[in-house]
């Protein structure tokens, strides 16, 4: 039996996604068993989900994933080589993923294998999704050689363009207050929507972030994850005196250097009270979500697993720090401790009709 497993956000999930779903299956075989690694409340962008983990949790079940599992936030708020090896470390970690199936803008597997052998300064700049597809490539070597990749050509609008993308939606959302049409799961947008849990909006935070890095210290910027040892430490401790808003922060700091989302990640790093040390390789393994075939996948594994937050207060600390920000920005804001009482998202069938796999 083939168990493919998909690394993913789904901020939020769109026809696109299904495509890479269908397209999985139709390379493997329909009953190919689905297991998803995906962002929890913080995601690679720098930046909350506009959802919660547990409602994007429900998309991918009823998209046809037998098991979710959550990459913690340190390890999802990081650049491409950390965010791709901390998911396959938990993949490797399940030892029964016999598949990983991830997205590309170039679809030639063959291609992106020989690029992924070079050293990454002798790699031109990449697309996105190529990008993340070359790291996979190289975490699967390290961590999982036994894991076979396989990749799905991405359709549809391109990585943060106009539209029919993830990031294309979340603009649309946030300016209108409303989902459009086009996107699946409406039902699941109705009650996020009614019970005021979505759209999440890190803006609604924009003073308690710039409050929090004007307390830091230089040093503190120093130990952020993934500044590196250039100027950028320096440039964010000096921004953070001088911006007003949050989009005046990242005009500061912004160079040909330092990536705008490489400056969002070191600021919600920052504001989140995350370390170096914390984004070391993951230290548990957290189920988000369960369908109707998840029960006989969960049996054969070995690996010690968290389903139940409540009693992990200790290991999910941090992911519990960040629960209580996000649940700040959405347009109801909740009382603290949200972790502490979202338990496993479960379907016992999925009714979702995927469109044809020619076109999402």
């Given at each position: 039996m083939n168990i493919c497993a998909v690394?993913?956000?789904?901020?939020?999930?769109?026809?696109?996604?299904?495509?890479?779903?269908?397209?999985?299956?139709k390379k493997l075989g329909a009953e190919t068993r689905l297991i998803a690694v995906m962002s929890g409340h913080a995601v690679q962008r720098g930046d909350f989900p506009i959802l919660t983990k547990s409602a994007r949790t429900r998309m991918a079940l009823e998209a046809g994933f037998d098991l979710v599992f959550e990459l913690?936030?340190?390890?999802?708020?990081?650049?491409a080589e950390r965010f791709a090896r901390s998911a396959v470390d938990i993949i490797a970690r399940l030892e029964m993923v016999t598949h990983l199936s991830f997205g590309s803008e170039s679809g030639d597997l063959d291609a992106l294998q020989a690029l992924s052998l070079l050293p990454p300064e002798e790699i031109p700049k990449g697309t996105p999704n190529n990008v993340l597809a070359l790291e996979y490539l190289r975490a699967l070597r390290c961590k999982a050689p036994s894991i076979t990749p396989i990749t799905v050509r991405r359709q549809g609008g391109a990585h943060d363009g106009l539209k029919d993308c993830a990031s294309a939606y979340r603009k649309r959302i946030l300016r209108t207050g409303r989902v459009p049409s086009g996107l699946p799961f409406a039902d699941i947008w109705r009650a996020e929507i009614k019970?005021?849990?979505?759209?999440?909006?890190?803006?609604k935070q924009e003073g308690?972030?710039?409050s929090t890095l004007r307390r830091m210290t230089a040093a503190d910027f120093w130990a952020l994850p993934d500044v590196g040892g250039g100027g950028l430490a320096q440039r964010l401790f000096h921004a953070a005196g001088e911006a007003r808003t949050w989009e005046e922060l990242l005009h500061l700091v912004k160079t040909k250097r330092y990536?705008?989302?490489?400056?969002?990640?070191?600021?919600?790093a920052a504001f989140l009270g995350m370390s170096e040390k914390m984004a070391a390789a993951p230290p548990h393994i957290r189920l988000l979500g369960i369908g109707e075939r998840g029960g006989e996948l969960l049996s054969v594994i070995k690996e010690p697993i968290?389903?139940?937050?409540?009693?992990?207060k200790d290991a999910l600390s941090l992911e519990s720090a960040v629960t209580d920000q996000?649940?700040?920005?959405?347009?109801?804001?909740?009382?603290?401790?949200?972790?502490?009482?979202?338990?496993?998202?479960?379907?016992?069938?999925?009714t979702l009709v995927i469109r044809p796999p020619e076109m999402p």
């Open positions: 690394i993913a956000e789904y901020n939020p999930m769109h026809w696109g996604h299904l495509y890479h779903i269908a397209q999985t299956k913690p936030a340190a390890h999802a708020c990081a650049c019970a005021g849990r979505a759209p999440i909006s890190l803006v308690a972030v710039l990536t705008l989302a490489r400056i969002r990640r070191c600021v919600l968290i389903s139940r937050p409540a009693a992990h996000l649940s700040l920005c959405m347009p109801k804001p909740e009382a603290a401790g949200l972790e502490w009482r979202s338990g496993v998202v479960r379907i016992h069938s999925s």
